[in-house]
């Protein structure tokens, strides 16, 4: 038996690349509800997501996984080409569009046309763009602070497009954010094909994009899901990896493990053990950093311009219109990091309701509202922290590693974790294969 610890999208990931191969696979979640970090939600009578969920057209393996699934990309997102409207209660705003062209000669286009810049603005990020796929790969990491400062951009600059895209890819303000990671990103949506840099906006809820089909999909291929149901204990026998031991008792042998958690909860797992304990080290050393996504329902009439819309000089960062996922007027206000700090509940949605009053006067008082924190959305993408992050392979050649924290070179997002399951099911799979037992289907 192979066995996936954690029901998150790299879980899946795993599970349904072991499932698709015809080889046993025992899914583990803790959890009721299946999704990890980017779930769908229940609060009594409402049904939403706990969070908004970046994704783009540059999420290759991703959109791989929803084909695998038999999930057509027009179910459960609408493509549209990236336009970003970022404005301030003051009245200031930029407006990027990027057209239908080849890369990146769109986004030479977008940067030209932009709204809200001075010329030499324009040019100072337009040469930022371009010399991104010339920095050497072993140079040390810095801040993205440290990287615009060198590329000559602009304080306005900074504050009205870095800062804004560094939030919401990596979940960290630019001083502290790693330019490495900062720098794939914008190289895999800018650099390579128009369509990456599309933005896909959920027309569906976060159960329904993969959680829900991964579930199907492992079932009805002979894998077993347990929720509700937490290991507590890796068993290892000759330097293998064993069994894994659930709260109610249960062993699980497994031939492979993947354990497809965040740092804190893998680490938990792996520090009894002298083998893993510089796994374990380094996944303790990784940090976490919160996202908290306030929710406001208006009347159905109550509309943005665009499904997504920046919010500059505000405690809001992002606003999303949730149209989209069937739910008219509801808006889901996006505050990244720390922003929120000791704000309660109510505070917060008086706080948020009072900015989207100034930025939209004509729009009338919220109805009701309701606050979801992830204390631990993301790990924190700080300078430095490639070198602390573990590949899937650990020193029990059957245990491997998954999740978003793990050596991608991608930050916290949905095309990492599921990269991250990938890579780590492959390797089971080439175990399988080098073993003599039937070749993957």
């Not at 970046?54 to 695998?68: C, T």
């Not at 404005?87 to 709204?115: D, F, I, S, V, Y």
């Not at 337009?126 to 810095?142: E, G, M, N």
């Not at 330097?239 to 492979?256: F, N, P, S």
């Amino acid at each position: 038996m192979n066995v996936v610890v954690g029901g998150g999208w790299a879980g899946l990931a795993a599970a349904v690349e072991l499932a698709r191969h015809r080889l046993p696979v025992t899914l583990v979640e803790a959890a009721p509800e299946l999704g990890g970090r980017a779930r769908r939600v229940r609060q009594g009578e409402r049904r939403g997501d706990n969070g908004q969920h970046l994704v783009i057209g540059a999420y290759r393996e991703l959109l791989r996984l929803l084909d695998v699934l038999g999930v057509a990309e027009k179910s459960v997102f609408d493509r549209r080409s990236l336009e970003l409207w970022m404005r301030a209660p003051a009245g200031e705003e930029l407006r990027l569009r990027l057209p239908r062209l080849p890369a990146p000669l769109h986004l030479l286009a977008g940067l030209l046309t932009a709204r809200g810049l001075s010329i030499s603005e324009k040019v100072q990020a337009l040469r930022l763009c371009l010399a991104l796929r010339s920095f050497a790969p072993d140079v040390p990491d810095c801040s993205v602070a440290d990287l615009l400062r060198r590329h000559g951009q602009s304080p306005k600059l900074v504050s009205r497009l870095w800062e804004p895209l560094c939030l919401a890819t990596l979940n960290a303000r630019v001083h502290e954010a790693s330019a490495a990671i900062f720098r794939r990103v914008l190289i895999d949506a800018f650099t390579h094909r128009q369509a990456d840099s599309d933005l896909l906006i959920a027309c569906a809820d976060l159960g329904a994009q993969l959680p829900d089909p991964a579930q199907r999909f492992i079932v009805e291929h002979g894998g077993r899901i347990l929720t509700s149901t937490r290991a507590i204990r890796l068993l290892d026998r000759n330097a293998r990896l064993a069994a894994v031991e659930l709260a109610d008792g249960t062993v699980l042998d497994a031939d492979h493990a993947v354990l497809a958690l965040p740092p804190p909860a893998c680490e938990r797992l792996l520090r009894p053990h002298p083998a893993m304990s510089e796994v374990a080290e380094r996944l303790a050393a990784i940090g976490s950093a919160p996202i908290c996504t306030v929710y406001l329902r208006y009347p159905p009439s109550v509309s943005l311009p665009l499904p997504l819309m920046g919010m500059l000089e505000c405690t809001g960062q992002w606003i999303c219109d949730l149209a989209t996922t069937g739910r008219p007027g509801w808006m889901g206000v996006v505050i990244s990091g720390s922003a929120h700090g000791d704000m309660t509940r109510e505070q917060l949605i008086e706080q948020i309701g009072r900015e989207l009053a100034t930025l939209h006067p004509t729009w009338p008082a919220p109805l009701e509202g309701y606050v979801l924190r992830e204390r631990r959305a993301t790990f924190f993408a700080t300078m430095g922290v490639d070198a602390l992050r573990p590949g899937s392979a650990t020193p029990w050649p059957n245990l491997h590693l998954a999740g978003d924290a793990t050596a991608t070179g991608y930050p916290a997002t949905l095309e990492g974790a599921v990269c991250s399951g990938v890579a780590a099911a492959r390797r089971v799979l080439d175990a399988a294969s080098s073993s003599g037992s039937p070749p993957p289907a």
